[in-house]
Every structure is written in structure tokens, then in C-alpha cells.
């Protein structure tokens, strides 16, 4: 039996069919469900899709922006005042691939994938769900936290802008220029007179969901951005992590490596 | 860059020639850069079918039931296909040359010995329809312990993996679980030694990864012949194999194939065509049985993973005096290619040197894991690994530079190798000089002058180094280049009861060791279980 | 079920059905008929099946067909004009860029993406293109060099 | 933090065809009527050029130019027997039938001139531009075409020929190992630079540097391929790939090329590559086979580069960043051996 494909116009309809058919998952850009369907998945059996506008939405101010779930990284890439969210876009696939993966998408990527969304809980943004008619907001990380259960539809994420130069991304890969990621680093190190305030740290690929570093941010609150200023932050920063052994690397070298990245990524990599 | 070195052995060469050295563009490239290269899925039949297997969930297991009375019934299923379906349902790869005995069904029987081993084939009119039926077939399984390393499948009472070699080890001359090789008196050289080392290597298994899958497609043809496109890497070889488990006369075959999009050893195992040409006959249809990259990376046979125990005598004076090597190849649940592998490795020991003593005893291993075969490189791969990383840590032992060490040691024309057969046409010594100097890695001016020739050899006597025991060379004998079709071997064949002495009558390796059956009676080949 | 869908095909329009739920590469080889597309994964991981849609590079394996209906989809098919072969694919040649040739329609197209946005690449920009597309046989070196010179002789003709 | 760096070198050889022999090929050579040539063979060409070398070869022993000579491989109802394509046999076994069946072809060739130019046909000879001359008299002559026409209508001659090579089944003792495994050895060096990263047992392949010793180039655009090609799977097989990241255990098996790693267009590194030529007595004009040779040296010489680099030796493959730094670990650190 062939999949059943239903396209929606309006967004508000899409999500009530989501809702209410069984086996039925949203399709942004298809890399992950074109897969699944090709592999005759029996976990999916209808496909939900939308050419509502909305989700193409890409607004950009000096304080806020807003992407539509349904926004690609190739468009990410081609906005400039975006530049600081462009290592986090270009670590996901190949070229071929981020014409086709969505900001959206990337928040239900399986680990070790899922690197744009751990730029994204770094830079402490928030999720909209379309919900019957209406919309929801919560955290992203409240959203990952319980992403693996029941279906949602994400219609937009939204961050403020973070400072210039206060966002850092890493991604530590065997393969370049495309590799899936052994870990992924995202930084937003905001400075108040030379001494870090709020920093906000995620992981990808250290545990099933990408996930805050947050004893790392409670150790570099008011520190220095040096080497002695972030010893103690290295020093907890796998703490709370649960990395995987899996065919890319094993748990036991991302754990290791962890802290050596941490530091490069703040201090860059000539420091000790 | 890229540099053809003219100069070197340039008064062995005649190279008056036309079309040969010249860089020709590849035959096949234009159609290559306009997409019409025709590879065997290149073809467009009307009517296709098509066949995916169910595979087992477990490494070892008893099959205790299939129930597949729900899958007949799903849409789009043309036919099932069961173990007592396939007409001659065990076989063994090399069975065309007499090597080894028939041990791997193409459909599970009532044990399972790998994770991956088909079970079951379902023709559909699409991949999905057979998939999908595929997902409601019912098998009840009584798992088995399993063994994966090939150590522990040789201990006494590990679980047996292969029904046909119930010990885990394939066998050789009908009465070794091993390919020996015995030359001189290895532990003589190590007690003559000034440093032994001993070291365990452990390759990894390699998946071809072709960026074309394995596959075919079977179309009934007119007279009860069948065409089959197939990404086979060895046409003959896997038509044999078809006709043989289809029991059908092998000119009811027509194969077609020839373009294929990579296969590094992968292409050779004939894993796709005696199904596919089983469910042609069976439904009276074209069909196509195309392995998924999933099913490419893990269940399509690699290369597999041997270990090696390596021991070397070295002088300080930088002589290798002594090399025993014990190896494992682990062969997976199924001989495939691996019983081969084992001699072609034997045969390579102990590596391009002249080593007065070797040893060898190199195992092929069963274990529950997808059985491996050729890849590139095959049998020689892992004991070049093992060997040379071998060579470099006695070159540190010793204190002496690493591509001197191996220059020293290097096989020269004339000299005898472990295998019983002179050393001609070396070149392994111009090699290390030609990439030394590339590399401005400096070797010192007795080393730049030695030669793989004969004579090539007398500077090691320079290096302090006793070659009284190579042989005397005989008069160099050079052949054209171009070469006469057919080519006197140093050895007759076939083979004569007892070996005849080599060309150029070198004496024999110093000391045999006591016991030796060096001309004892012989087999009729290797394989000892050779077949009518 | 099928549903019907309308695209163009490196100029020319074609009209198909599409199993509900297929993808761009099965409709292409084996409803339309354009075996120029290779199929190497059907998982996005390898590239071979690389086409481009409305000028963008896309893997055609994880496109679904009934999304590009009233797009423009080009494949290595039609690349050359008549007899005139496009400038890749002279440098692929004269590079010998290719050896089992499998994934060579799909390089090709990643690099022709490359070069309609970018005519002038660094190393850098052509490694990052093909960043998504595996070779087992050349290692990669003549296929950059080739899209390297592609760029340049464009250049040249230009000037 | 430290990146250290280091050389490493192996020296190996490699035998050509199948080990122990009985792998027989077959070739057939035709005209067609106008003078143009098919070579038929069951052999596979799986990337690595044996339409192309077999082309070659044909047009040289012809006497002809490689634009008159198309192969055709693989159809099991027109070409001959063929084992396969692998063993690194192709170019040494399907070169040599289709040198014997070109040369069979010749002769008839040949014949058909001398008829035509009413001479001897040991006085003739090729131009390799495609036409048949009188030695020493390059007036007195016919091209091809017209010979092949005359052959094929005048003369009643068939321009085509058989070949076959084989190199027949040798034993092994079973007590000693005494064998002829092959007939012929070629050879390689390879020197390799690595950069490894202490903190996290990185190892990135800087330049290779290579000779191969193959007997002879017939082609060395198609040797430069298998040579640049093959260094590339050496060293992605020394520090990348693998079905089974925890062998002997099975689990976490890739299943794609997102989880089967290997090195990509990112990670190559310069290859200066030098080939050798010192002819086989027994091979195609003397050449032998570089198809799996290519691969094997990198596999040591980036291990010993390794060590070279930190001090440290990984025996077990692939040799992953894991493994280096458990061993760096072990060690206490990085400890570079003497600069090479």
C-alpha cells in the first residue's frame, strides 16, 4: 500500500489532520520522512504537508527573529544578517540536503543529528506549535525535553538577537566537509565589562536531544573569558551528559573531547 | 604530480611503441559524463517484479516455524519463495574450481548462523508490496549461542557455527585446520637473534561500499532462457554459480553486465542473481532483486577482519634472522572466499624480504557474523599492515633508519622465497629509493646503490651484512617483453610427487626442522576435499 | 493511489503519475525514463542522485515527486546541448574525473550548482559543493580539479 | 595543546592474478568488413579501465590506431570465458588473451595484404596509422579498410582471432607451504605525513609520496587513477572505515554513508606519485596489476607516520582518534620520535 499524502493549504488544517489520523507525521523538507517512506517504515503511513506561507515567514530585526519552521537552511545561509547562525546551518548535510532541511525539521532530528537545533537552545529560543486553530509557545528545550511523545507541529522558532560576537558554534565531525557530527558546541557568551553574564551553553550529541551545559554556565558566571576564567567550567562541563556509543563515535571519546572543544570554541585553540 | 620514471630499468624495456604508454581517454568516459553508461539497472522492462528476502534477526538460531500464510495473501504478492523452493539449496562459491566443500544454502534451511542470513523471498509487484509482506511474516526462532571472535570459536566447546566444518576452521588437505608454511628453522633464528618481538595485529572488517548496490534483474527470454543484468564483477563466475543452484543447464543463462558502478571484491559473491533468476522461473515474469544500502553495509559481505600474531628475530646489524606469523581470518558463518584468502596470505609471508626462516600457520575461522569475502587486496592487505608496522618497530629496535632497514632486507633477484620459488623481477629496493628521494627522506650512499638485481645484493655484504647463504646466481635470464603466450614456470605442471629442485638449483634452506615432510607425500591440491 | 504531476525536464514539460508518496529519483528513472539519475542509497547519504530543482541542487531520493509539480528539474540528461558537451563535462573528461562513473551525473550536477551561482570557486567553495557526494574511486582530487578547471575555462571564454 | 607531526613509510609487493593460478581468460578479435575492430570478451569493467587497457592493447599488437578498436565486454552469449575482474588479474590475464587473439588476427591481416600486394608477408608491416606497408618501401602500400574489404570479399579470409591465457593450477604442500602463487610481483613505496592532535587523537594525512612499480604503464592517465583512487582507500581503511565499530562485538553497524565514515573531499591531502617500470616476462608488453597494490602500503606507513609523530603504536584498525588517545593516554602523553 502506497503512503497516503495530504497537502494542506492552511496551516490550522494541517495540524488537525496531524491530530487526529493515526500513523499520520508532518513533512517539512522530507529528508527525514522521504527516508523512512523509501525504507517502507510501517510507522508511516500518512504524511502530512502544508504550503501555507506562514512557514516560510523569515523576519529579522535588531532585537528579534523569527523563522518559520519551514524555513531552509540554504535560506538561513543566504540571509546575511544571519551570519552568526551560519556554521550552525552549513553542519547540516551537504549542499543537496540544506535546500531541503527546515528549521523545523532539525528540532525532531535524531542524535547525533540535530545540530541547528542545538544552536537554537543556545540561543534560548522558543518554539510555536500550531495547535487546532490557535498557536502555543513554550521553550525549546521544554520541547525537546518531551519531543518523542505525541505529534506536534511546529510552525516558527523565535531568539532574540544575540550580541555581536557573543554566539559561537562548533561542530566536531570525522568527515569534512560533511560528516555527521561526533558532538556539537553552541556558545552564547554575552560580556558585562570583560566578565561573562548568562552565558548559555548546548551540547549536541552528548545526550538523546540536544541539551543545556548547565553546570558549565553556572561556572562561568562572571568569569573571565581566559583560561583560568573557564577551568572550572571545563572542568564540569560533561557533567549531566549521557553521550551514546554509536557507529560515528563512541561515548567514551566524546566525553573526553568534550572539554578540549569547550575550550577552543571560548578560548580558541592556541590556549592552554 | 605524476612522473613516469623512463630511466629506471630502462634496458629491460623496449619502448618502441604506439599505442601502449600512451594516455588514451577511457573508453567508457563520455558515456560516463553524459549519464549513458548502461549499468545492469539501466533498463527499462515492462511487467517488473520484484524480490526482497526476510533476514535473520539473531546471530545463531534454530527456525522452529514460518508462517507466511498472511504475507501470500497481502497485496501485491506474486509468489513466495521458501528454502525448498531453490533447487540445489547449498553450495560453496570456489565449489567451480574444486575448492572446498558446498556449505551455504541461499535460503536458510532450519538454522540461522548470522545476523542477516535470508530466510525467505517475497516477489511483488513493488519493493514496497514485498516489504510490506515481508513485515508479516511470522517465524518462531530457538536461539543459539553464538561466537564472534576467532579465537574463542577455535576453543573447546564453542558453540559450532558451519555444519559442513562443525570445529569452526576450514579445512585443508583433508586433515588441517590451517595452511602451514615451513621454512628453515625459525626458532633457531631466534635464539641466533639479538632482539625478538613479538606483536598481535587486529584488521578491521571493510565494507566495499560501491556506489552502486549489488544487484540484478531476471527477464524470461524466448526458448526458456533467461537474460540477466547483473552487477557481478565476474560474469562466468556467478553464471555457473546461478545455473548450478538452479540446476539448470548453464546456456539457459544469458548474462549481461560489464558496466558496473564500483565493486572493490563486493561484486563477486553472486548474492543477488540465483535468487532472481529462481523468481524469474518461478513467476514467469521479469523480477529484480536489488540490495538497499542498508542491506549493502551490513548484510552484503565484507572484507573480513584477520588477527595476526607476528614474531621477528632481528641482529642488531639489522638482519632479520627469523619471522613467524600465526593468523585468524575470520571468515564470517560461510566460507564465501576467505579458505582462499588463507593461502594467498601464507604464500606472501614473510613479506618482500629475504628472511632465511619462516613460519607460518594461518587459520580460516567461523564465526556468527555476515561472512566476509574478497576486497581488494585480499589475503595480503592485513599481513602488509602487520608486517610493515612489524618492520618499523625493528628498525627502532635496532636503531636503524626505517627504509634503510627494509632496503637491507629487501628481496634481491636470485634470492630464495619462503614459498620455495626464486625471487625475480624485484623492484621493491628502486621503489624505496625513487620515494625517498621524492621525500627528501636522506638515505646514505651504500643504500642509494643498491639494486634489486643480482649483484644488486653484494652491497648488503657492504652493510656488514652475511649473505653467503643466497643462492649463487645463475645467469641472468631475460625474456622479451612482450612476452610468448605461454610462460615456463619455474615449476612443472602438474605437480610431480616430490618438488623439483628450483631454477638455478639454489640449496635448500638451511636446517629443515626435524620431522619435516618437505617432500612427503603430496595432495592433489590445496583444498584436500577437491571434488568430481 | 496515483496522482498526476506536471514538472519540466531540462526544458522540455513532462507529465506523470506518481505513486502517492514517491520519490523525484523512482518517478525520474523509472516512470519518466531519464536513467541519467542514479540511484545510490535512497537515503540522502550519498549524492548520486543529485538533480537540480529551479536551479538548486536537490538529492532526488528524498524529494517528493508530487512537490515538484510546475518546477523546473534539470539532470546530468541535459547537460550537453546537441553534440556541444557542457563545460563540466569536458573537464571531467580531460581530468579523468570518473572511473565506475556511478556517481559522476550526480557530481556533475552538484558542481553545476556551484558554478551557475558562483562562477569563480576557490578550492575551498568546490570541496564545500560536493561536500554531499561520495566517490569510492578517485578520491575525489580529479573530480576537484575538474570543476576547478571547468570554472576557469569559463572565465576564459568570457574574457 | 600540541599537534605533532610525523612520517611514516611501508615497502610491500603484491602478486598478480589469482594465487595459485587456474584463472583462465579468453579474448576474440574481428574486422568488421571496412577494417574496423571489436574485441569480445566476458570480462567486467568495474571502473578500473579494462575496456580501455584491452583497447590498448588490441590496437598496438594490431598495428593499428586505438580509435579502430572498440571492446565490448560482458555478455555471457558473445564473449568468451572470463574468471573476473579481480585479483588485480585483468589487466595481466585479459591483456595477455587479447594480445594472443589481436596477434592471431594479424596474421590473417597480414595475409590478406600480402595477397593484395602480391609480396611476402613477412615483408610487411604496420604503420600503426592504419595502413600496411612493403618494409622499407612506404609507397607500396594498402590501407586496412581495403584489406578488410578484400578479406571479406575477394579473399574469403576471416580477419579475427582467439586468445586465451592461463596459468595452470599449482598445489600447496600441505606441510610446508611450497607453492608458485604467481607469476609475477609488482611494488611500492609509500611515505606519508601525518599531523596528530594530542588533545584528542585527531590524525590528519598531510602528503603522500609514493613509487609504484607496476611493469609498465599501458596507460598512465588509467595508472594515475588506481594510484591517486587507491592511496585515497588506504588511508580512509588505516583511519576510518569500518562495518563493525566494536568488533568483535557486532552492534552499531552503519547503516549509510552518514554512519560508514570515510575520508571526504575535505580530508585528501597532495600525492606525488612515481611509477616504475620493470616488465613482467609474462605480462601484456610486461605490464602487471596495480588495482588492490595501490591501497595496501597506506595502511602501515600512516600507522608508523603516527607513531612517529606521538610515540605511540594503535595494532588494531581502523586506527580512530579514540584509539590514539587511549594510547596517548597510556603513554602520558605525546612523545614524538626523532624528526624525519
Known amino acids: 500500500m502506497s503512503v497516503n499524502v495530504k497537502t494542506f493549504a492552511r496551516l490550522a488544517d494541517a495540524a488537525s489532520a496531524l491530530a487526529n489520523e493515526r500513523g499520520a507525521r508532518f513533512m517539512g523538507g522530507g529528508t527525514v520522512l522521504m527516508r523512512l517512506i523509501n525504507d517502507t517504515n510501517p510507522a508511516v503511513e500518512t504524511v502530512v504537508r502544508s504550503t501555507d506561507q506562514s512557514l516560510l515567514h523569515l523576519a529579522v530585526s535588531s532585537g528579534r527573529i523569527e523563522l518559520g519552521s519551514g524555513v531552509t537552511m540554504a535560506a538561513v545561509l543566504a540571509e546575511r544578517d544571519l551570519a552568526f547562525l551560519h556554521a550552525a546551518a552549513r553542519a547540516v548535510g551537504g549542499p543537496a540536503i540544506r535546500e531541503a532541511a527546515t528549521v523545523g525539521g532539525n528540532l525532531f532530528a535524531r542524535t547525533p543529528y540535530g545540530d541547528f537545533a542545538t544552536a537554537l537552545l543556545a540561543l534560548d529560543a522558543t518554539v510555536t506549535l500550531a495547535v487546532g486553530l490557535g498557536q502555543r509557545e513554550l521553550p525549546l528545550e521544554e520541547f525537546l525535553d518531551r519531543r518523542e511523545r505525541g505529534t506536534s507541529l511546529v510552525s516558527a522558532v523565535a531568539f532574540k538577537r544575540p550580541a555581536a560576537e557573543a554566539f559561537r558554534f562548533l561542530k566536531v565531525t570525522r568527515v569534512h566537509p560533511r560528516g555527521v557530527s561526533v558532538l556539537s558546541i553552541a556558545a552564547q557568551l554575552p560580556l558585562a565589562s570583560g566578565r561573562i553574564t548568562g552565558a548559555r551553553i548546548a551540547f549536541g550529541g552528548m545526550n538523546r536531544t540536544p541539551v543545556r551545559a548547565k553546570a558549565a554556565e553556572r561556572a562561568l558566571e562572571g568569569r573571565a573569558l581566559d583560561a583560568a576564567g573557564i577551568a572550572p567550567a571545563l572542568a564540569v562541563a560533561a557533567e549531566g551528559t549521557a553521550p551514546a556509543d554509536d557507529a560515528i563515535a563512541s561515548a567514551w571519546w566524546r566525553r573526553e573531547i568534550l572539554p578540549v572543544h569547550l575550550r577552543r570554541l571560548l578560548i580558541g585553540p592556541g590556549q592552554a | 604530480m605524476f612522473e613516469l620514471r623512463k630511466d629506471i630499468f630502462a634496458d629491460e624495456r623496449d619502448d618502441n611503441l604506439k599505442e601502449i604508454g600512451q ?510 | 493511489m496515483k496522482t498526476p504531476v506536471q514538472f519540466r525536464l531540462n526544458g522540455e514539460d513532462v507529465a506523470a503519475f506518481a505513486e502517492s508518496g514517491a520519490n523525484l529519483l523512482d518517478v525520474l528513472r523509472e516512470v519518466v525514463g531519464d536513467l541519467s539519475v542514479k540511484g545510490g542509497c535512497w537515503q540522502g547519504s550519498c549524492g548520486a542522485c543529485t538533480v537540480l530543482i529551479d536551479g538548486a541542487p536537490r538529492l532526488s531520493c528524498l524529494t517528493l515527486a508530487e512537490s515538484i509539480a510546475g518546477r523546473s528539474i534539470e539532470t546530468a540528461a541535459g547537460l550537453r546541448r546537441g553534440a556541444e558537451l557542457h563545460p563540466l563535462q569536458i573537464a571531467f573528461m580531460e581530468r579523468f574525473a570518473a572511473q565506475c562513473g556511478y556517481c559522476t551525473s550526480g557530481m556533475l550536477m552538484a558542481a553545476k550548482a556551484l558554478l551557475d551561482r558562483n562562477p569563480s570557486p576557490t578550492r575551498e567553495d568546490v570541496v564545500e559543493a560536493l561536500g554531499g557526494n561520495i566517490c569510492r574511486c578517485t578520491g575525489y582530487e580529479p573530480i576537484i580539479q575538474a570543476v576547478l578547471d571547468a570554472a576557469s575555462g569559463d572565465r576564459r571564454r568570457r574574457a | 595543546m600540541a599537534k605533532h607531526r610525523g612520517r611514516g613509510v611501508a615497502t610491500i609487493n603484491y602478486p598478480i592474478g589469482m594465487n595459485l593460478g587456474g584463472d583462465p581468460s579468453q579474448a576474440l578479435v574481428h574486422s568488421n568488413p571496412t577494417g574496423k575492430f571489436t574485441v569480445t570478451l566476458s570480462s567486467i569493467d568495474l571502473g578500473q579501465g579494462m575496456k580501455s587497457v584491452t583497447r590498448q592493447i588490441c590496437a598496438e599488437t594490431l598495428g593499428v590506431p586505438v580509435e579502430d578498436v572498440f571492446v565490448d565486454t560482458a555478455d555471457s552469449d558473445t564473449g568468451p570465458h572470463c574468471m573476473g575482474s579481480f585479483a588485480s588479474r585483468g589487466t595481466h590475464r585479459v591483456g595477455n588473451a587479447v594480445m594472443m587473439a589481436a596477434r592471431e588476427a594479424r596474421a590473417v591481416m597480414m595475409e590478406a595484404a600480402a595477397e593484395e600486394l602480391e609480396v611476402d608477408p613477412a615483408d610487411l608491416e604496420t604503420d600503426g596509422r592504419g595502413a600496411i606497408h612493403v618494409k622499407g618501401a612506404p609507397h607500396r602500400s594498402i590501407a586496412v579498410r581495403d584489406v578488410a574489404i578484400a578479406a571479406q570479399f575477394r579473399q574469403g579470409r576471416t580477419i579475427a582471432g582467439r586468445g586465451i591465457f592461463l596459468v595452470p593450477l599449482s598445489d600447496v604442500d600441505a606441510e610446508t607451504g611450497e607453492m608458485t602463487p604467481a607469476t609475477c610481483y609488482a611494488h611500492a613505496c609509500f611515505i606519508v605525513e601525518v599531523e596528530v592532535d594530542d588533545e584528542t587523537g585527531d590524525v590528519a594525512v598531510l602528503k603522500m609520496t609514493s613509487a609504484y612499480e607496476l611493469g609498465r604503464a599501458l596507460n598512465p592517465k588509467l595508472v594515475e587513477q588506481q594510484l591517486v583512487g587507491g592511496s585515497w582507500m588506504g588511508m580512509s581503511h588505516a583511519l576510518y572505515e569500518t562495518p563493525e565499530p566494536y568488533y568483535p562485538d557486532t552492534r552499531e553497524g552503519p547503516r549509510d554513508f552518514n554512519e560508514y565514515l570515510m575520508p571526504g573531499p575535505g580530508d585528501i591531502c597532495p600525492h606525488d606519485v612515481a611509477v616504475l617500470e620493470r616488465p613482467a616476462s609474462d605480462g601484456p608488453f610486461g605490464a602487471k596489476g596495480l588495482g588492490e597494490m595501490c591501497a595496501n602500503p597506506v595502511l602501515p606507513a600512516v600507522a608508523n607516520a603516527i607513531f612517529n609523530a606521538v610515540g605511540v603504536r594503535v595494532n588494531e584498525l581502523p586506527i580512530t582518534p579514540e584509539k590514539v588517545l587511549r594510547a596517548l593516554k597510556a603513554r602520558g602523553g605525546a612523545v614524538p620520535a626523532r624528526a624525519r
Open chain 2, 23 to 532: 594516455p588514451t581517454q577511457r573508453q567508457d568516459m563520455l558515456g560516463h559524463v553524459t549519464g549513458t553508461s548502461t549499468y545492469y539497472d539501466d533498463h527499462r522492462i515492462a511487467g517488473l517484479l520484484h524480490l526482497k528476502v526476510l533476514r535473520s534477526p539473531h546471530a545463531h538460531a534454530r527456525i522452529r516455524s514460518i508462517d507466511d500464510a498472511a504475507a501470500a495473501r497481502a497485496p501485491g504478492v506474486k509468489r513466495i519463495i521458501r528454502a525448498a523452493d531453490v533447487p540445489v539449496n547449498l553450495n560453496t562459491l570456489l565449489s567451480l574450481i574444486q575448492f572446498g566443500k558446498d556449505d551455504e544454502p541461499s535460503l536458510a534451511n532450519d538454522i540461522v548462523r548470522y545476523k542477516g542470513e535470508p530466510i525467505l523471498g517475497i516477489v511483488a509487484t513493488s519493493e514496497r508490496a514485498a516489504i510490506e509482506a515481508l513485515g508479516l511474516v511470522r517465524v518462531s526462532y530457538d536461539q543459539l549461542p553464538a561466537v564472534f571472535d576467532v579465537e574463542e570459536a577455535l576453543k573447546p566447546g564453542a558453540p559450532s557455527v558451519n555444519a559442513t566444518y562443525p570445529k569452526n576452521t576450514f579445512e585443508y588437505h583433508g586433515k588441517y585446520d590451517h595452511q602451514k608454511l615451513r621454512y628453515g628453522d625459525v626458532e633457531a633464528g631466534f635464539a641466533q637473534a639479538d632482539v625478538v618481538l613479538e606483536e598481535r595485529y587486529q584488521m578491521s572488517p571493510i565494507e566495499h561500499a560501491p556506489v552502486e548496490t549489488n544487484g540484478s534483474i531476471a527477464v524470461p527470454d524466448t526458448n526458456g532462457r533467461f537474460v540477466v543484468y547483473t552487477s557481478t564483477q565476474a560474469l562466468f563466475f556467478s553464471l555457473d554459480t546461478a545455473a548450478k543452484i538452479n540446476a539448470v543447464p548453464s546456456n539457459q543463462l544469458h548474462f549481461i553486465g560489464g558496466t558496473v558502478g564500483g565493486g572493490f571484491g563486493g561484486k563477486v559473491d553472486t548474492m543477488t542473481e540465483p535468487l532472481v533468476i529462481l523468481a524469474a522461473r518461478l513467476t514467469g515474469a521479469p523480477v529484480r532483486y536489488r540490495f538497499s544500502r542498508h542491506e549493502e553495509m551490513q548484510f552484503g559481505a565484507p572484507r573480513g577482519a584477520e588477527r595476526i600474531y607476528v614474531k621477528d628475530g632481528v641482529m642488531r646489524d639489522g638482519r632479520i634472522v627469523a619471522r613467524k606469523v600465526r593468523a585468524y581470518f575470520d571468515s564470517g558463518a560461510y566460507t564465501r572466499l576467505s579458505s582462499y584468502a588463507v593461502v594467498k596470505c601464507v604464500a606472501h609471508i614473510p613479506g618482500p624480504y629475504t628472511i632465511p626462516n619462516a613460519h607460518a600457520d594461518v587459520y580460516c575461522v567461523f564465526t556468527n557474523r555476515t561472512p566476509a569475502t574478497a576486497m581488494r587486496g585480499f589475503g595480503v592487505t592485513a599481513l602488509d599492515f602487520a608486517l610493515e608496522c612489524q618492520m618499523d618497530k625493528l628498525a627502532v629496535a635496532i636503531g636503524m633508519d626505517p627504509i634503510e632497514f627494509r632496503i637491507l632486507n629487501a628481496y634481491r633477484d636470485g634470492d630464495m622465497k619462503a614459498h620455495r620459488r626464486e625471487a625475480k623481477n624485484c623492484a621493491l629496493i628502486e621503489c624505496a629509493q625513487v620515494a625517498a628521494e621524492k621525500a627528501n627522506w636522506p638515505l646514505r650512499e651504500q643504500f642509494r646503490r643498491m639494486s634489486s638485481r643480482i649483484g644488486g645484493g653484494a652491497d648488503r655484504t657492504a652493510a656488514g651484512v652475511d649473505r653467503s647463504r643466497a643462492p649463487t646466481p645463475a645467469a641472468p635470464a631475460r625474456t622479451a617483453a612482450a612476452a610468448p603466450q605461454r610462460v615456463a614456470y619455474e615449476r612443472p605442471a602438474p605437480p610431480a610427487p616430490t618438488p623439483p629442485p628450483a631454477r638455478g638449483a639454489p640449496p635448500p634452506p638451511p636446517s629443515p626442522p626435524a620431522g619435516s615432510t618437505h617432500g612427503a607425500p603430496r595432495f592433489s591440491s590445496v583444498f584436500g576435499t577437491r571434488r568430481r
